[in-house]
Structure formats: structure tokens, C-alpha cells
């Protein structure tokens, strides 16, 4: 594996060089490279340094452009203006470039030098509750941050923070108990599909409420199951238990449903922590970061502030003894730094959540649990809107099932993929509409930045035109399909060619795929690589339309344009895997 320096890089420390070079006294100066409409790219730093120096910056632009040498990189630059520098880069650098990304199986992405350990808080489901369209982007966002991470080389530790504990348990437990048979499965022991587990939890669920509602006596009880739930009764924890693997049977249905592989070993939810809460409390006591305040264990803050001017606290254990969400995830934060020496802690959680998680993650730091080396993110994201720009809700005003919108997804993209399919049989349909319609639910929330809501509307989610998925999967087959057209022409960089308007912006922008992701990496920011590839796909399109490729003038530039479409598919194929997306070889 060997990481290859983008254009822009290499231009960068030939105008770092000059400049130098022109002003020796000023030191190491940033020629502040950007890409540009007017030429390949536009260096903007000459102004600054003129001023520092106090002398002219056209003048000095001129200097610079004098030490340059033109020619195996730099094709021609130019001074701009009151001393931009305009600079084009040579076709045969260009070519020379990718061809050595293309001989890299990391397409010349390097791995970052500043990796260490992230342990991403993600998908997480409550146990005995329907999973719903609230549910998907923490799962999705989540998802795709942990594999552009551990492309760059971080090492990844997944959690899932299932909601596994609390009160509503007393209730369930208690309930099965006097019910023993209600989460008996009908077919015996055999393989029980997600749809009949959820099926018994939710009726198991409607039953005890009712019950818990109408019968004082029953109320008593399930409340006293709680007290032994907490105190680690066999029996009752068994019970428990019983809740907990009948809802992972069918979480990892639904995560199965969205092509997200969930391993049972990071499934960690907030039970996982109960043996820490009253170490927490007693650490935070006794260091004097939280103090008892009628009764209950608190943090107090000068700028959070509630409707009546008072300081709204981080209540960590309750006036009756029992503890809060607070103390689990100061608990978790205990854990992941202590025990998985993590670097960086990330949660994916909805953004409402904010004021709780700028209270803990400044708890901990209080504590010295987070600490220079160490830092806790909130990777907040937005609601998912319905096409009236609310909140997505049935017509009945309930919230979405999650499965439901998957199903519907599917299907609509098997109609897309029907009225397209040349030669596909329905089984490959039928795989390719999976493809497809989970594709266009990832891609249209990941093409949105995390913080903002996003309208979910399937019609435009499988559209073959705009910003979807399905543009991009299309233009992924397509170039399959030329590749197999080609017969014996081969993909093969010919740099001594020269290059059309669209080949080369294609060329430029294969070139910082690298720089692109370490940007998605530190920013925390997926749809950053969506655009990315979007505009991949776009470039490639008009690429496609004005250079025939098998019909090229000569057998070198048919190899060349071919080495260009199979550069293409490669980059695409590998952003769109770490967004967590299929790429069909047909559609």
C-alpha cells in the first residue's frame, strides 16, 4: 500500500519552494491552494505574505511565477489580479497520478498519522419497543462514520447503548410471570422471524400496561419487581433476560433489513453499567463536583439556566435513591476511556439531546474523566420530515415503523429497477431493489448534513435524476456494462495523450478522493462524501457524453478513457461502501 500525493499537494510544495525562496525572511507560508473555475487551481496566499513583508504582491506574485519550473507538473501559471496566481497542472500529471492511485488497492489514500481510538455511541433501540422512523439516523450516521474512520485507520469500537432498564420492566416482568407463556414462540424452538417477536412484545407490552392501569394490586407488585430487578433477584433478572433476547431478535431483523451487520459483543446497553452507578455517584460526591441538593445527587451549572432563571442541574441519582440517565453515561464515559483507552467518544443521538450531553460531557470533564488527551463529540442530527415538511407520521398521526418505510423503499425500487432491467431474472430483481431502495433511504440522509432535518419522500429517494442513490449505482453499472463491451481493450493510463476539457476535470476530481475523506474523517461529516461522489458521478456523465469511449480515435486514448471509467467505478464503489451502499454490477 502506498499513499500517493495529490496534484494539489504536489503544487502546493512547488509554490511553498518559490515562495521561500522569493522571501527567505518570511519562513514557511501557506500559498492557500484551492481548486478554481479560471484555471486547475488558485493560490490566494501571496497577498498575505506581500503584506507581512510590506512589499508589492503582483511584484512578488511575478518573483514567485519566475522560480517555478514548468513542464512534468505545472503546465502554465499565471498572475492574477492584484496577485493571485492561476495555475494548470499538465495533463501528463494528470494521468501519471491516478495511474499510481489506480495501482494502489486504497486508491492512494493514505492513513491518517494521527490515529488512535473511537468508541461511536450509535443505533440504539429500546428493548420490548417498536423500532420507528426515529430510529434510523442515529443507525445510519453511525454506521457510516465507523467505516470512513477505520478506512483512515482509526480503530473503531462500536457501541450500542440499547434502552434495556428502568422502571416499564417491573411492569413487563411481573407481568410474564403471571403470564408465563406470552412470549412462547409458535413454531417451538425453530427460527423465529423479527415480525413474531416484536409481535409478542408488543402485545405483551399493551396487556401489562392495561393491566398496571386498572389493577392497584397488580401496580403494587410491579412495582416491588422493580426493587427485585434492581437488587439482582435470579429469577426476575432471568425474566429479564427472556425481554432482552426476544428484542434483539428483532432489532438485528431490522438492522439485517437495512444491510448493517450488528455483532452481539458491541450491543452494550445501559444494564451493562449498573454495577458502576454507585461509584460514580460516590466519586462525583466526594471530589465535590455534584452536591446533594433535596435530596438528590446534582451538578450545577452557571450557564444552563431553566424558564424561571434558576440553574437547571444534571440530577445523577434521584431524592428516593434510584439513579438517572446521567449516571449510566457518565458511567459509560468511565468505562470507554478507562477500560477501552479511548481517544475520542462520539454519540450519535438526536439533537434535542443536546443540553444533556454539554451537561455529562462537562460533568466528566469536572471529574477528570475527559481530559486534554481525551474528547467527547455529540454527533447530533436533525428530525425526519414528512413531505409537509412535519414531522413524518402516519395518516393516523403514529409515529412510522421503521420496517414498514424499508419495505415500502424496496418496493418501490424493484418498480424502478423492473421498467430499467434488460436481462435480469425476478430473483436478481428482486436482490437489486433491496440494493437500490436501502441505497436511496441511506443516501438521502446521509447527503444531508447530520444537523439538519431532511424530508423523507421516496418518490424523488429512487429517481433516477438528481442528487439520489440510484444516480450513482446507475452510473456504477453503466460503466460495468462498458467494461464488458470493451472485449480485448483493457483499461491502460496513457499520460502522453492529451486530454479533453471533461476528461480532465473528471481526472482532477479522482484526484482528492483522498483529501476528501480525511476532511469527512475529522469533520465527522458523511454527506461531505456524498457530494463528493455526486459530483463524481455528474463529472463522469458529461465524460460519457462528450468522449465516446470504445469508439475513441485511436487504441491508446479507447485504453486511456477506460482506464478513466474503471478509476471511476472503483472511487465510486468504494465511497458508496462506506456509506454503507451497494453497488450493483447491473441495475
Known amino acids: 500500500m502506498a499513499s500517493v500525493p495529490s496534484l494539489a499537494s504536489s503544487v502546493e510544495q512547488r509554490l511553498s519552494d518559490a515562495l521561500v525562496s522569493a522571501l527567505p525572511e518570511a519562513g514557511a507560508a501557506d500559498p492557500l491552494l484551492r481548486r478554481s473555475d479560471r484555471a486547475d487551481f488558485q493560490a490566494n496566499g501571496i497577498l498575505a505574505l506581500a503584506k507581512k513583508a510590506k512589499a508589492n504582491p503582483r511584484e512578488l506574485a511575478t518573483t514567485v511565477v519566475e522560480a517555478i519550473p514548468t513542464g512534468d507538473l505545472i503546465k502554465e501559471i499565471e498572475v492574477s489580479g492584484p496577485g493571485f496566481l492561476n495555475i494548470t497542472v499538465s495533463d501528463e500529471a494528470i494521468i501519471r497520478t491516478l495511474a499510481a492511485r489506480a495501482a494502489d488497492d486504497r486508491l492512494g489514500v493514505p492513513l ?35 467505516e470512513i474512520l477505520e478506512f483512515t485507520g482509526e480503530k473503531v469500537v462500536r457501541r450500542h447503548h440499547i434502552g434495556d432498564w428502568g422502571t416499564q420492566f417491573g411492569m413487563l416482568i411481573q407481568y410474564l410471570l403471571e ?49 427485585d430487578l434492581q437488587a439482582g433477584d435470579p429469577e426476575t433478572l432471568a425474566l429479564w433476560q427472556r425481554f432482552v433476547d426476544e428484542s434483539k431478535i428483532y432489532f438485528y431483523s431490522v438492522f439485517n433489513k437495512l444491510d448493517m451487520d450488528i455483532q452481539d459483543a458491541d450491543v ?62 457518565l458511567s459509560a464515559i468511565r468505562d470507554r476511556v478507562g477500560n477501552l483507552k479511548a481517544d475520542t467518544l462520539i454519540y450519535v443521538v438526536d439533537a434535542r439531546q ?43 398521526g ?5 420496517v414498514d418505510l424499508l419495505d415500502e423503499a424496496v418496493e418501490r425500487a424493484a ?21 437500490v431502495g436501502i441505497g436511496a433511504v441511506k443516501y438521502a440522509d446521509l447527503s444531508t448534513s447530520a444537523a439538519r432535518d431532511y424530508k423523507f419522500d421516496l418518490d424523488q429517494m429512487v429517481s433516477l435524476n438528481g442528487d439520489t442513490s440510484v444516480y450513482l449505482q446507475y452510473a456504477y453499472a453503466r460503466i460495468q456494462s462498458i467494461l464488458r463491451k470493451a472485449g480485448e481493450a483493457r483499461p491502460a493510463a496513457h499520460p502522453e495523450l492529451e486530454l479533453a476539457a471533461s476528461e480532465r476535470a473528471l481526472g482532477l476530481h479522482l484526484d482528492g478522493f483522498g483529501e476528501l475523506i480525511a476532511e469527512a474523517a475529522q ?27 470504445l469508439k475513441a480515435a485511436t487504441p491508446e486514448q479507447v485504453e486511456n478513457r477506460l482506464f478513466l471509467c474503471d478509476l471511476t467505478a472503483r472511487t465510486l464503489n468504494k465511497g458508496m461502501s ?5 453497488t450493483p454490477e447491473k441495475l
Not at 443505533?123 to 442515529?138: T, Y
Not at 418498480?415 to 440494493?435: C, H, M, N, P
Open 523 to 549: 469533520d465527522y461529516a458523511p454527506h461531505k462524501l456524498a457530494a463528493y461522489l455526486y459530483q463524481l458521478a455528474s463529472l463522469y456523465t458529461t465524460f460519457y457524453a462528450e468522449c465516446p469511449v
Open 268 to 329: 452494550v446497553g445501559e444494564s451493562g453499567y449498573n454495577d458502576m452507578l454507585a461509584e460514580t455517584c460516590k466519586l462525583l460526591e466526594e471530589s465535590g463536583v455534584a452536591v446533594r441538593s433535596n435530596g438528590a445527587l446534582c451538578v450545577f451549572f452557571d450557564e444552563y439556566k431553566g424558564p424561571d432563571g434558576n440553574p437547571t442541574p444534571l440530577i445523577v441519582q434521584k431524592s428516593d435513591g434510584g439513579f438517572g440517565y446521567a449516571a449510566t453515561d
Open 179 to 227: 403470564h408465563p407463556h406470552e412470549l412462547d414462540h409458535k413454531g417451538g424452538e425453530g427460527e423465529v422471524s423479527g415480525e413474531e417477536a416484536m409481535s409478542n412484545l408488543n402485545r405483551l407490552y399493551k396487556a401489562s400496561r392495561a393491566l398496571f392501569d386498572s389493577d392497584e394490586e397488580f401496580k403494587t407488585r410491579a412495582r416491588a419487581r422493580v426493587v
Open 415 to 435: 418498480s424502478v429497477v423492473r421498467e430499467k432491467a434488460q436481462d435480469l431474472t425476478e430473483e436478481e430483481i428482486a436482490e437489486r431493489g433491496a440494493q
Open 112 to 146: 491518517s498519522p494521527s490515529a488512535g481510538t473511537t468508541v461511536i455511541d450509535y443505533a440504539q433501540p429500546n428493548v420490548a419497543k417498536e423500532m420507528h422512523v426515529g430510529h434510523l439516523r442515529s443507525a445510519v450516521i453511525g454506521a457510516a462514520m465507523v
Open 398 to 402: 403514529e409515529t412510522v415503523r421503521l
Open 354 to 396: 443536546g443540553l444533556h450531553f454539554k451537561m455529562v460531557f462537562e460533568t466528566a470533564r469536572r471529574a477528570g474523566w475527559l481530559n486534554e488527551g481525551t474528547k467527547a463529540v455529540q454527533l447530533a442530527f436533525g428530525t425526519v420530515l414528512g413531505a409537509d415538511g412535519k414531522p413524518f407520521k402516519t395518516r393516523e
Open 578 to 582: 462506506l456509506l454503507g451502499i451497494r
